[in-house]
């Protein structure tokens, strides 16, 4: 974890807050990204890094206008930023849980019982600090890059191989729309990879087709 520190980043403050109070974090100094720290990547340039093999080493929290719907994924983002901010005191990390928890600071969109967010809270802070699960990216764009989701489709179809559509091609497509904060649609997908729906399903197995859902259950 020592080596982690040096790659943390703490979010812009010129980042659009999409109603969420991000000033109260960026205030504290609360770390909410996180690039690579050990893994290498293959190929890398003033826009991208891009991992052949995939990295898992990415954590890049409140980016998009997407918001908390879950309780999983609201314990998601604690783990993360139990992770992130691991020089942090429990007391600190404690206020920060539950600011992010209270829905009228626009992070999640439920209301959490009391008694179930003190659980939640309470075996975040007593695990052990280690990278939680984590969604494998082979192209990261870096920091202050402005980029339509076109665009980045386009970077990512030159470095991956657009001769065929293949299911690595398809997920990765739609890892950066689900980045982007978008819903994951077929047309989207078909428009930004210049071919046919209908390629698109026969290229899809039915566990990528569930995790186009699972992704859009997020946003």
């Known amino acids: 974890m020592a080596m982690t520190i040096a790659y943390k980043t703490i979010t812009s403050k010129g980042q659009m807050s999409h109603n969420r109070n991000i000033k109260w974090l960026h205030d504290r100094r609360i770390v909410t990204r996180c690039f690579p720290w050990s893994d290498q990547p293959t190929s890398e340039t003033d826009v991208?890094?891009?991992?052949?093999?995939?990295?898992?080493?990415?954590?890049?929290?409140?980016?998009?206008?997407?918001?908390?719907?879950?309780?999983?994924?609201?314990k998601w983002h604690l783990l993360v930023l139990h992770f992130l901010n691991e020089n942090e005191t429990p007391e600190v990390m404690e206020h920060v849980f539950r600011f992010i928890a209270n829905k009228e600071n626009g992070f999640v969109t439920f209301f959490i019982k009391q008694k179930v967010l003190n659980e939640m809270i309470n075996e975040v802070i007593t695990g052990s600090i280690e990278p939680p699960v984590n969604k494998v990216r082979k192209v990261i764009f870096k920091p202050g890059i402005i980029l339509t989701i076109s665009e980045k489709l386009k970077i990512v179809g030159k470095l991956i191989g657009r001769s065929k559509i293949t299911?690595?091609?398809?997920?990765?497509?739609?890892?950066?729309?689900?980045?982007e904060g978008e819903k994951i649609t077929m047309d989207k997908l078909a428009s930004a990879l210049h071919c046919t729906v209908r390629t698109l399903h026969r290229n899809m197995s039915s566990q990528l087709k569930q995790e186009k859902e699972r992704l859009n259950e997020e946003v």
């Open 48 to 74: 991208y890094m891009y991992y052949e093999n995939g990295t898992h080493q990415c954590y890049t929290l409140f980016n998009s206008k997407a918001k908390i719907t879950t309780y999983k994924s609201l």
């Open 167 to 179: 299911e690595d091609l398809i997920y990765t497509s739609m890892l950066e729309i689900n980045h």
